[in-house]
């Protein structure tokens, strides 16, 4: 899917998550992955200004090295060590699982103190392997777009089919989506949900044959009117 935004607003905002995107990966040592991914990409591809920034990442087991900071009197990993504000998020806050599924293995997050994402916090998520095999595998459709340092927007099929039937649904059922989906389904109160346990492929495919015979229902209501 080709995804271009023409607010300028919204573009200014793109511009700054990217800047710290690549902020953040330049931190990382050699053979490191970083992405933007979910509702940042997905909030401006609707229209709607951002509330924060998830940057996914993955370092190599091998390249992973701590300090001692002596303020905070305990280890920190060397890649944040630019970022001294900084604080560590507990699991479960904001919907994330420290758990195989996500593979999540800590999450720290700043807060951005100037520019069009002033006051917003910018959440780094450091993975257990490559974020583009867990972003690929997220639970929910509309939360499978990511971005790299190279600007490029990605999104998956499934994405794109929420996207055009204006659905959120479940993709599978490995964990518990619920506490994540009160953050984003009144944002998106024009979308249906879909839970897991629907049967989604076959009634899906009806929806879809619903919206291409949409027009041509329209045509012939249009047609019966002016005739009578």
Not at 143 to 152: A, E, L, N, Q, T
Request: aromatic content about 14%; hydrophobic content about 35%.
């Amino acid at each position: 899917m080709t995804i271009k935004l023409t607010d300028p607003y919204l573009k200014a905002q793109m511009k700054a998550g990217l800047y710290h995107l690549r902020r953040f990966k330049q931190c990382l040592p050699e053979g490191s992955q970083a992405f933007i991914s979910g509702g940042f990409l997905r909030d401006l591809h609707h229209g709607f200004g951002c509330r924060d920034v998830d940057i996914f990442y993955w370092i190599p087991e091998d390249k992973i090295t701590t300090y001692y900071d002596t303020p905070m009197k305990k280890n920190v990993m060397s890649h944040l060590a630019s970022f001294r504000r900084i604080k560590c998020i507990a699991e479960g806050d904001g919907g994330y699982d420290y758990d195989e599924h996500q593979g999540i293995q800590d999450i720290y997050e700043y807060t951005v103190n100037k520019g069009v994402l002033k006051y917003r916090e910018v959440q780094l998520i450091r993975l257990k392997c490559d974020p583009r095999y867990i972003i690929e595998d997220f639970p929910i459709n509309m939360s499978r777009i990511y971005m790299g340092i190279d600007g490029v927007i990605h999104t998956t099929k499934e994405y794109d089919e929420g996207f055009k039937t204006k659905t959120i649904f479940e993709c599978h059922g490995k964990q518990w989506n619920y506490l994540y989906l009160a953050k984003i389904l009144g944002r998106y109160s024009d979308y249906a949900f879909v839970p897991y346990n629907w049967k989604r492929n076959k009634d899906m495919a009806m929806i879809e044959q619903l919206l291409n015979d949409l027009p041509d229902a329209k045509e012939k209501l249009f047609s019966d009117l002016a005739n009578k």
